[in-house]
């Protein structure tokens, strides 16, 4: 287990080709164009190369045909203490599917000092990658604008505007909260609030839609009210002032379970029970809510099911230079835990 | 913002030679060896450089320097809808090292049908990457062998064997549960038990290792048991069986904080409090840990100098030939919450 081989790296084409007396064209012939070789020269040269243990440089081969097969991920900034658990999930889920599709993911994010775009650049220029895989995309990403002005293949988890390529694949947020609010119509409920961080990040736009088209389709009285960010101390603020109040729902939409959390904590503190005396829903299924007193109803999002939908875009734009004609909305699922009430 | 320019991507040195009159080698000179080149020459030359946006082609110069500045991690599978924090957490940790130091990370997984060592092998051939980062070493490992063997760089989070190269960053797994127990002891418990998962890792042999030292040295009553896997029904029918025996313990130490979340059932249904009729402590400080009631006592992962550490070693290694001569341990952090009891 310990012996040491010399290292195989350092062999080249060269030194092959050297060693059989024969041209670096025949070595590579040899690898790459068998038909033209004789077949006893192809035979002694391909019994050499396998003598040597001699591997070709595919990064010498990727420079000629043009695909490394590795997709440059943008990957969001984190904290290691307590990641994104949905962020985790579509990487694994990206992962997985590229694999599939014989690709690799590089984690790329700028270099000190750069912008988003110079770091996009410097990966463009170093031909280092076959395209890029964005999420999280703001309105007029400016990510998205470089890419698609530069012409360099890239594939998008979350909408581009529509003057630029839609090789987008996006969850239909809008739809599944519509559905949330339809559930809780069914069970009876008549006041019915929504909780959403006033952040401005597209994705919280589409699901306060999806409430509003609910309230509109059930014809139920609609209240919305936001917190600034992401504080637990303000959400449960909110929230206790809204349960104390004589406006007070039956129901509430989060629009995210890291926002429902405070709810769970507020509701504790008002002395309110979730799924007795307030139905609460939300979105997104963190694997936290499984675990929550009540267990959390929630949205689910198809990290499967985008990341292979992202992944064979992006491949049909790099093999085949076909773009996608529109962009692709998947379903958001469902999942009914005893927060919702009876 | 839809403008679209030339690709850059397809101007290559010889167009810019071409366009200048030079040779190729002069445009090379220029971005590489400016000192050989007459002053005007290189101005001229430079200025058209600027003017055509002409960007080296970082694969052909990395081919020739021999750095990527590449590191692949092949990365554990994952479940998408319910991610490994740790790994998540560990990953965040890598990629900002990784790019202090002016370095991506390339995730890699072994193709269908690839054994571990030949996707290490496809890896080493291809040149793609400048070194390894492993995790989650088990005993003799394979991976390790087959590195230690082609002699190729790499680092690991968790030991290797004092035959291969001693490249690795580990948490004193022994020392923190020793402290645990120590906590346990000074509040005067002397009935304790240890909860394990018999998998045969062995960083879970470490934990157990350090409960043993701390109940020797705090001469305290201390009982194993053990479940076989992560089914959170088992572990939780067998840590009730254990709080339903006579042999009950006043504290149980899991080794693993995904076991703790039994303890809390197995309580909930015995009817016992945690915190104040049983003391709860264990290993991992998973984020929903800070969120169970009651919270609970574990120890952190020095995820951010782990990564750091094993990025610089392994760099050293890769841009010096400078192997480390021992492994690196760390210190875990002791997090003290309410399941500790007062």
Same mark, same amino acid.
């Given at each position: 287990? @310990? /012996?040491?081989?010399?290292? %195989?790296?350092?062999?080249?084409?060269?030194?092959?080709?050297?060693?059989?007396?024969?041209? +670096?064209?025949? *070595?590579?012939?040899?690898?790459? !164009?068998?038909?033209?070789?004789?077949?006893?020269?192809?035979?002694?040269? @391909? =019994?050499?190369?396998?003598?040597?243990?001699?591997?070709?440089?595919?990064? /010498?081969?990727?420079?000629?045909? &043009?695909?490394? +097969?590795? *997709? #440059?991920?943008? @990957?969001?900034?984190?904290?290691?203490?307590?990641?994104?658990?949905?962020?985790?999930?579509?990487?694994? =889920?990206?992962?997985?599917?590229?694999?599939?599709?014989?690709?690799?993911?590089?984690?790329?994010?700028?270099?000190?000092?750069?912008?988003?775009?110079?770091?996009?650049?410097?990966?463009?220029?170093?031909?280092?990658?076959?395209?890029?895989?964005?999420?999280?995309?703001?309105?007029?990403?400016?990510?998205?604008?470089?890419?698609?002005?530069?012409?360099?293949?890239?594939?998008?988890?979350?909408?581009?505007?529509?003057?630029?390529?839609?090789?987008?694949?996006?969850?239909?947020?809008?739809?599944?909260?519509?559905?949330?609010?339809?559930?809780?119509?069914?069970?009876?409920?008549?006041?019915?609030?929504?909780? /959403?961080?006033?952040?401005?990040?597209?994705?919280?736009?589409?699901?306060?839609?999806?409430?509003?088209?609910?309230?509109?389709?059930?014809?139920?009285?609609?209240? %919305?009210?936001?917190?600034?960010?992401?504080?637990?101390?303000?959400?449960?603020?909110?929230? +206790?002032?809204?349960? =104390?109040?004589?406006?007070?729902? @039956?129901?509430?939409?989060?629009?995210?379970?890291?926002? !429902?959390?405070?709810?769970?904590?507020?509701?504790?503190?008002? &002395?309110?029970?979730?799924?007795?005396?307030?139905?609460?829903?939300?979105?997104?299924?963190?694997?936290?809510?499984?675990?929550?007193?009540?267990?959390?109803?929630?949205?689910?999002?198809?990290?499967? +099911?985008? /990341?292979? !939908?992202?992944?064979?875009?992006?491949?049909?734009?790099?093999?085949?230079?076909?773009?996608?004609? #529109?962009?692709?909305?998947?379903?958001?699922?469902?999942?009914?835990?005893?927060?919702?009430?009876?």
């Amino acid at each position: 287990m @310990t /012996a040491r081989r010399p290292r %195989e790296r350092g062999l080249t084409i060269e030194d092959v080709a050297r060693a059989a007396g024969v041209s +670096r064209q025949t *070595i590579s012939n040899a690898l790459n !164009a068998p038909h033209r070789l004789k077949a006893e020269t192809l035979e002694r040269v @391909t =019994a050499l190369i396998e003598e040597l243990g001699y591997r070709p440089d595919q990064s /010498a081969r990727s420079l000629k045909s &043009g695909t490394r +097969r590795i *997709i #440059a991920y943008p @990957t969001p900034v984190d904290d290691p203490a307590n990641p994104n658990p949905l962020m985790g999930g579509f990487l694994e =889920a990206v992962v997985a599917a590229a694999g599939e599709a014989g690709y690799r993911i590089l984690l790329v994010r700028p270099r000190p000092g750069q912008t988003h775009e110079q770091a996009l650049d410097e990966l463009i220029a170093a031909r280092t990658v076959d395209g890029f895989l964005l999420s999280d995309i703001l309105r007029d990403d400016p990510r998205v604008a470089h890419l698609a002005a530069e012409g360099f293949p890239f594939a998008a988890f979350g909408r581009t505007e529509p003057e630029h390529p839609q090789s987008w694949v996006d969850v239909d947020s809008v739809q599944a909260v519509t559905e949330l609010v339809g559930l809780l119509a069914a069970r009876g409920h008549r006041k019915v609030a929504f909780l /959403a961080s006033s952040s401005g990040q597209p994705w919280m736009d589409d699901r306060r839609d999806g409430f509003l088209a609910g309230v509109r389709r059930h014809s139920l009285a609609g209240q %919305e009210f936001s917190v600034r960010g992401d504080e637990p101390g303000e959400i449960v603020a909110a929230t +206790r002032e809204l349960l =104390a109040s004589r406006a007070r729902p @039956t129901a509430i939409v989060a629009a995210g379970d890291w926002l !429902a959390l405070g709810v769970y904590a507020a509701a504790r503190a008002e &002395g309110v029970e979730i799924g007795a005396d307030l139905a609460l829903v939300a979105f997104d299924d963190l694997p936290i809510t499984a675990f929550l007193q009540p267990a959390l109803t929630t949205v689910r999002l198809p990290l499967r +099911r985008i /990341a292979e !939908a992202l992944v064979s875009r992006l491949v049909r734009i790099v093999e085949d230079g076909v773009n996608p004609q #529109a962009g692709l909305l998947l379903p958001g699922e469902l999942v009914i835990r005893p927060s919702l009430g009876p």
